[in-house]
């Protein structure tokens, strides 16, 4: 029997090769790095607060909403821009339910940033930049 060494072994050179994250493992380290209460900065300004986590949406309050966010909307949008650069516009092209409030049925643009914040959390994007405006969006660049 090899154990559980042996498996952590062949996890961490399957990411060292660029292996992407699957669906478990990327909600594992969300849920790790963002526990009920965490406060993260918009860089608009103002504050994300994590009210849940469940096992397949985050709920958090910008201001006094509440917002939710799929963890398979947010796993999907990572694993189509992983090493590239993806814009808060991007997004809203990509997967208009969950990411443009202009959307049948709509999304929120407020996950865009959200998403950004989360995966720079888990060491998967490099920070937010760009301005947040038109013809300056927000964007990271996501792992490869």
Avoid: W
Wanted: hydrophobic letters at 40%.
């Amino acid at each position: 029997m090899l154990g559980e060494n042996y498996s952590k072994m062949v996890l961490i050179i399957l990411i060292t090769l660029g292996v992407r994250m699957d669906f478990d493992e990327f909600k594992r380290k969300i849920k790790a790095a963002i526990p009920v209460d965490t406060i993260m900065d918009n860089p608009g300004g103002g504050t994300s607060t994590i009210i849940s986590v469940s096992d397949d949406k985050i709920s958090y309050m910008r201001g006094s909403s509440t917002i939710y966010v799929s963890f398979q909307d947010i796993y999907d949008a990572y694993s189509k821009y992983r090493g590239q650069k993806v814009t808060s516009s991007d997004l809203k092209v990509y997967r208009p339910s969950a990411f443009d409030p202009a959307a049948k049925p709509a999304g929120h643009s407020c996950n865009c940033t959200f998403l950004f914040l989360l995966i720079s959390r888990i060491g998967e994007a490099n920070g937010i930049q760009g301005a947040g405006v038109r013809g300056n969006p927000y964007f990271v660049e996501v792992a490869g």
